[in-house]
Nanobody, 130 residues
Framework: VQLQASGGGLVQPGGSLRLSCKTSGFRLEVYSIGWFRQAPGKEREGVSCLSYRDRRKFYADSVKGRFTLSRDIAENTVYLQMDNLKPEDTAIYYC????????????????????????WGQGTLVTVSS
């Protein structure tokens, strides 16, 4: 089982990035995928999740309307499109998989503790700065 996050970089405020979470070793269709982030000196927090059963998407309030989650089964990849980036979005972004059927934003964001997400990628750094 592998999840490999990529696509991070340095971007100016208001800019965009698209993160990719390339998965292997399991069927993406039967796992929920979450994106989480950890800023320097802060705890890891939930950003967004895609629930596998009905492909419902959940977003933290801080990114709602700016970030968009999508999935390409053929490519075994989940994408996080990030628009109108702000300096407070600066963090290492991780993707992770969960065998749970997520039914609420709360359940998604609570995954940051690691209790319900069993495999994690290595993270990709996003820096938003002028």
């Amino acid at each position: 089982v592998q999840l490999q996050a990529s696509g991070g970089g340095l971007v100016q405020p208001g800019g965009s990035l698209r993160l990719s979470c390339k998965t292997s070793g399991f069927r993406l269709e039967v796992y929920s995928i979450g994106w989480f982030r950890q800023a320097p000196g802060k705890e890891r927090e939930g950003v967004s999740c895609l629930s596998y059963r009905d492909r419902r998407k959940f977003y933290a309030d801080s990114v709602k309307g700016r970030f968009t989650l999508s999935r390409d089964i053929a490519e075994n990849t989940v994408y996080l499109q990030m628009d109108n980036l702000k300096p407070e979005d600066t963090a290492i972004y991780y993707c992770a998989r969960s065998g749970y059927y997520l039914t609420s934003t709360g359940a998604c964001l609570a995954g940051a503790t690691g209790a319900t997400f069993d495999s994690w990628g290595q993270g990709t750094l996003v820096t938003v700065s002028s």
